[in-house]
């Protein structure tokens, strides 16, 4: 891992994939203890399944994002709550809970290929406050190449955007000040600039980006590249997570894992 401090947060991480069994592995960013601080981001985790490895975990005052990208051949079954939904290739599922709730996410079918990106991102007071809300939203082709693009705000899910490009030339973004921008190469190779600075990255790399004020970045590529960009401002909230759990308190995990084992949820 490398840092590059100039007047803002850059950090790039190669993400080497893990094998924890014969059908799970994953490539993982775990943030919430890095020493550049890239809050409100709590977990970036790239994943490849083809067997029940998810265990059920209670959730509250954080956004999950379940992505499940188009070159898998299964399913992920995913329930909240009460409900259930199949979340199928080329779709993005979306969670928040400010009021705790279970959450589990289960292979469709045995023997096949799993393949996706999860993200953890904290919440401000407001949304921890909510009870739970669901979301999945189609990851097809649009204008501009763009293939996938969510306003959370817009959405009622939180104050974050989504956006997966297929880039062909050099395009350019804003920051607003204090939002963090992460940026994940899912193919290709792309070059990012900012403050004059260039960082060429390929498939794996992860960058993030942070100013204090108004400022700009350009991504160009010389052969096609996708990218997810992820956009989300800073947020000063308490927050946990231990493992699955990703809670505010330790006695909301207790109080929701009892809901849980008694069959009220």
């Known amino acids: 891992m490398a840092y590059f401090m100039i007047k803002d947060i850059v950090s790039i991480t190669h993400i080497e994939n893990q094998r924890h069994s014969a059908h799970y592995e994953t ?37 999950r994002l379940t ?31 400010g009021s705790g ?34 979301e999945k939203f189609q990851y097809h082709p649009k ?22 490009f297929t880039l062909t030339e050099i395009k350019k973004f804003g920051i607003e000040s204090n939002e963090r921008i992460f940026i994940y190469v899912l193919s290709g190779e792309i070059v990012t600039e900012f403050y004059g600075k260039k960082n ?32 989300a401002k800073e947020v000063n909230e308490k927050s946990i997570l231990l493992g699955y759990l990703a809670m505010n308190s330790q006695e909301q995990i207790n109080s929701t894992l009892e809901k849980y084992r008694n069959g009220n949820m």
């Open 143 to 164: 204008r501009n190449n763009e293939t996938l693009c969510i306003d959370g705000q817009k959405n009622g899910l939180g104050e974050f955007r989504l956006d997966i």
């Open 200 to 231: 060429r990255l390929s498939e794996k790399y992860f960058i993030a980006l942070s100013h204090s004020s108004k400022s700009d970045f350009k991504i160009d590529t010389k052969k096609r590249a996708q990218v997810l960009i992820l956009r």
């Open 101 to 134: 709730v279970v959450y589990e996410e289960r292979v469709s079918s045995v023997n096949c290929y799993v393949h996706g990106i999860s993200i953890l991102l904290n919440t401000h007071s407001t949304l921890k406050k909510m009870s739970y809300r669901t």
């Open 27 to 63: 490539a993982l960013i775990d943030l919430k203890n890095d020493a550049c601080d890239l809050n409100p981001l709590i977990k970036f985790e790239e994943f490849i399944i083809s067997g029940p490895v998810f265990q059920p975990s209670p959730h509250a005052g954080v956004l």
């Open 67 to 97: 992505l499940l990208l188009p070159d898998s051949t299964g399913s992920l079954s995913i329930c909240v709550g009460e409900d259930t939904q199949l979340l199928t290739p080329g779709e993005l599922f979306c969670m928040n809970s």
